[in-house]
C-alpha cells in the first residue's frame, strides 16, 4: 500500500483539470468562462460607477436637481448591469451542469482505456489496485466539484480583482494587510489537507476490500455459496469493521485539525484586530483623520471578506485537484507494450520458441519457472503437463503475449517477439476459468475477433464446431438471448455450455495458434471425446498448446512437456516418456489403473 505524504503540484494537476474539460466540451467550457470574466468586468464597473455616483451625490449637496441628472442614471446603469450578470449566471450554471456531465464522461472513459492498457502483470500489483481504487474514486465524485467550483472560483477570484481594484487607490498597503491576516488560515488549510491526502491514500487498500465484500454480498454469481455457507452475518461483520476503522481514522485526522483551525482563524482575526486597533490609534494621535480612517477600515472589511471567501473557494477547488491529481498519474502511465517488431505472416509461424525463459510474479521473490525451453510447430498439438501449481497457466500466459519472461525470450521463426501485442494477435485462448459474459450469446462469440464487424454465419460456424448451435438456436431470442437471468429475457447456461461458448470463441477468432487450458474440464464424456477426436480437424494447420489433467487425451499430443515446481522436468512423444517410466509414465499409469479399477 503506497502512501503519500503531501498533497500533489496543484499548478499541473490545474493545469491538466482545465485541459480535461476543455477537452470534454471547447465551446462551453469558453462560454462558461467568458460569462465568468464578464460579470466580474460587471461588477468592477458597478463598483467604480457607485463611487462615482456617490461622489457626485455628496459633492452636489442639497442641489437635488444636480445630484439626480448623475445619480439616478448611474444607479439605474448599476441596476441592469447586475441584472444581465444575473440573466448571464442562470444561462451558465445550465452550460456548466451540461458541462459537468461530459467531463464526468471524460474522465471515466480516461480511466477505462488507461485500465484497458495496463499489463496484465500490472493486475497482480496491489499498488496498482489502489491506484485504480483512487482513480475511479476521483473520476465519479469529482467532475461535478471540478466545473462548478471552478466557475464559483473564478466569479470570486475575479470579483475580489474588481473590489481591490476599486479600494486600492485609497490605500495599497491594505493588500499586503489582508494577505497577513489570511495567512494562518491557508497554512491550515493546506495541512488539512495534507493529512486528508494521506489518509485518503492509506484507506485505498480498506476501500477495496470493504468494496468487495460489498460485491460478495450482492453479486448474484457468488449468492448460491453464500448462503449454503451462511455467510452473510460473517462477512457484513467484516464490513462493518473495516467502515469502522475509515470512520475511526477519519474522525482522528479531523479533530486534529478542528483544533488547529479553531487557532488559525482566532489568529486570522486577531490580525484584522490589531489592524483595526493600530487604525484607532493614529487618529487618537491626529495622525490620520476620522473620515479616511473610517473608509480605509471598510474597505479592509470589504477586501478580506472577499479574501476569505476566495480562499475557502480555493481550497474546495484544492481538495477536487487533489483526488484529480491521482485520476492523473493512473491515465498519464504511458502504453507498457514495446512497439510492434516483429509480426507473423498470414498465415502465422512455422516455429514458436520459448528460450530459456524465467518468470517471477510482480512482488513474489521465487521465480514460479526457471529455464524453460520449448518449440511449438505449426500444425502440431502440444500438451503441458504438470502438477498443480507447477507452472503450466503462467507458461501459457506468457506464450500468450500476456506477461513478459523476466529471463530469456520468445521467438518466432527464430526471431525474438519484443512486443506482446503481436504475439496476442495470433493467439486465441480458452482460459480454464473462462470469462462469462453476461450479454447477448452472440456477442460471446463475436467477441473472438472484435476488430472486425460482427459475420453472422461465421458465428453460427463457431458455434456448430463448438457442439453449442442447436442449444443458442433454441434460446428465446436464438443468438441475441442475453445470457443472465439477471435481465428480461436472460437465460443461463450450464457450466460445460459455458464452456463450449468459450470453445466457440476461439474457433472464431480463427488465428494461428490456439492454447487451450483445460477445455474440457466442465465438458460431458462424449463431449470431451468428440473435442479430443476432432481437435486436429478442428484446428488443422494451427499450432495447439494443450494443458490438461487428463492423460487419455494428452498422449495424442506430438509433443509433452511435464513441468514441475516451474522447470520441464521430462519431454517427448507420449511413447517415448512411457518408455523413460519417468514422472509422465507413473501419472499416466495411476490415471489409467483408477479407470481400470
Ligand atoms: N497472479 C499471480 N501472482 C502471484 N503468484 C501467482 C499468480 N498466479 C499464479 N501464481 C503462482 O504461480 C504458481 C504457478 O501457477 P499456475 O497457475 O501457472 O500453475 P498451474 O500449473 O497452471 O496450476 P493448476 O494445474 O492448478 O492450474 C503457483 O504457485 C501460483 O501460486
Redesign the pocket.
Known amino acids: 500500500m503506497s502512501v503519500e505524504r503531501s498533497s500533489p503540484n496543484f499548478v499541473s494537476t490545474g493545469i491538466f483539470a482545465l485541459r480535461l474539460i476543455w477537452r470534454a466540451d471547447p465551446r462551453r467550457f469558453a462560454a462558461v468562462l467568458a460569462v465568468q470574466l464578464v460579470t466580474a468586468i460587471g461588477l468592477a464597473v458597478s463598483l467604480l460607477l457607485l463611487r462615482h455616483v456617490l461622489g457626485v451625490g455628496l459633492a452636489a449637496g442639497t442641489d437635488v436637481g444636480a445630484a439626480g441628472r448623475v445619480v439616478l442614471p448611474g444607479l439605474l446603469v448599476v441596476l441592469a448591469v447586475q441584472a444581465a450578470g444575473s440573466v448571464l449566471r442562470s444561462i451558465s450554471q445550465g452550460w456548466q451542469r451540461v458541462l459537468a456531465v461530459k467531463t464526468d464522461q471524460h474522465l471515466i472513459d480516461q480511466v477505462l482505456r488507461s485500465a484497458g492498457r495496463a499489463d496484465l502483470a500490472s493486475?497482480?500489483d496491489p499498488g496498482f489496485y489502489d491506484r485504480l481504487q483512487r482513480a475511479i474514486f476521483a473520476s465519479r465524485s469529482e467532475p461535478i466539484t471540478l466545473v462548478t467550483g471552478l466557475a464559483v472560483f473564478l466569479r470570486a477570484g475575479l470579483g475580489l480583482i474588481a473590489v481591490a481594484g476599486a479600494f486600492l487607490a485609497l490605500a495599497w498597503w491594505l493588500l499586503p494587510l489582508c494577505l497577513l491576516s489570511l495567512l494562518p488560515v491557508l497554512v491550515t488549510a493546506r495541512k488539512e489537507r495534507d493529512a486528508r491526502y494521506r489518509l485518503h491514500t492509506s484507506l485505498a487498500e480498506n476501500r477495496r476490500g470493504r468494496e468487495y465484500v460489498e460485491r460478495l454480498l450482492t453479486s448474484r454469481d457468488d449468492a448460491k455459496e453464500i448462503k449454503a455457507l451462511d455467510l452473510g452475518g460473517t462477512l457484513r461483520d467484516r464490513w462493518s469493521r473495516a467502515y469502522r476503522e475509515e470512520i475511526r481514522l477519519t474522525i482522528e485526522v479531523h479533530r486534529d485539525h478542528l483544533r488547529r483551525g479553531i487557532a488559525a482563524r482566532l489568529l486570522s482575526d486577531g490580525v484584522t484586530a490589531a489592524i483595526v486597533a493600530a487604525g484607532w490609534l493614529l487618529v487618537h494621535r491626529g495622525l490620520i483623520d476620522l473620515a479616511t480612517a473610517l473608509a480605509v477600515l471598510t474597505a479592509l472589511l470589504l477586501l478580506s471578506l472577499r479574501m476569505k471567501a476566495t480562499a475557502f473557494l480555493a481550497g474546495t477547488l484544492g481538495d477536487t485537484l487533489i483526488y484529480l491529481a491521482d485520476m492523473r498519474k493512473f491515465v498519464e502511465v504511458p502504453d507498457e507494450d514495446e512497439p510492434a517488431a516483429a509480426a507473423p505472416n498470414d498465415d502465422g509461424f512455422a516455429t514458436l520458441t520459448a528460450d530459456r525463459v524465467s518468470f517471477a510474479?510482480?512482488?513474489?521473490g521465487e521465480p514460479?519457472?526457471r529455464q524453460i525451453s520449448l518449440t511449438l510447430r505449426r500444425g502440431e498439438v502440444v500438451a503441458l503437463v504438470?502438477?498443480?501449481?507447477?507452472?503450466?497457466?503462467?507458461?501459457?500466459?506468457i506464450l500468450a503475449g500476456l506477461y513478459s519472461p523476466t529471463d530469456g525470450q520468445i521467438r518466432w521463426d527464430g526471431v525474438p517477439v519484443r512486443d506482446k501485442a503481436s504475439l496476442r494477435n495470433a493467439a486465441a485462448v480458452v482460459f480454464?476459468d473462462f470469462i462469462r459474459f453476461k450479454l447477448a450469446a452472440r456477442d460471446s462469440i463475436t467477441f473472438g475477433r472484435p476488430e472486425q464487424p460482427p459475420e453472422a454465419a461465421a458465428t453460427i460456424h463457431a458455434a456448430q464446431r463448438a457442439g453449442i448451435d442447436q442449444k443458442l438456436e433454441n434460446l428465446p431470442a436464438g443468438y441475441d438471448t442475453p445470457l443472465s437471468a439477471e435481465y428480461v429475457g436472460g437465460v443461463d447456461l450450464s457450466l460445460g455450455q459455458w464452456q463450449r461458448l468459450a470453445l466457440a470463441r476461439a474457433f472464431y477468432r480463427n488465428s494461428p495458434y490456439v492454447i487451450l487450458?483445460?477445455p474440457t474440464a466442465s465438458l460431458d464424456a462424449q463431449a470431451e471425446a468428440d473435442l479430443f477426436d476432432r481437435v486436429r480437424d478442428l484446428f488443422a494447420g494451427r499450432t495447439v498448446l494443450l494443458?490438461s489433467?487428463r492423460f487419455s487425451n494428452v498422449r495424442r499430443a506430438d509433443h509433452i512437456y511435464v513441468?514441475e515446481n516451474?522447470e520441464i522436468l521430462e519431454h517427448g512423444t507420449h511413447d517415448s516418456l512411457i518408455a523413460e517410466a519417468g514422472r509422465y509414465a507413473h501419472l499416466y499409469h495411476l490415471q489409467a489403473e483408477a479407470y481400470a479399477g
Do not use: M, R
Open positions: 493486475y497482480d510474479y510482480p512482488g513474489a514460479v519457472l504438470g502438477s498443480n501449481g507447477s507452472g503450466k497457466t503462467t507458461l501459457a500466459k480454464q487450458d483445460e494443458i489433467h513441468l516451474g
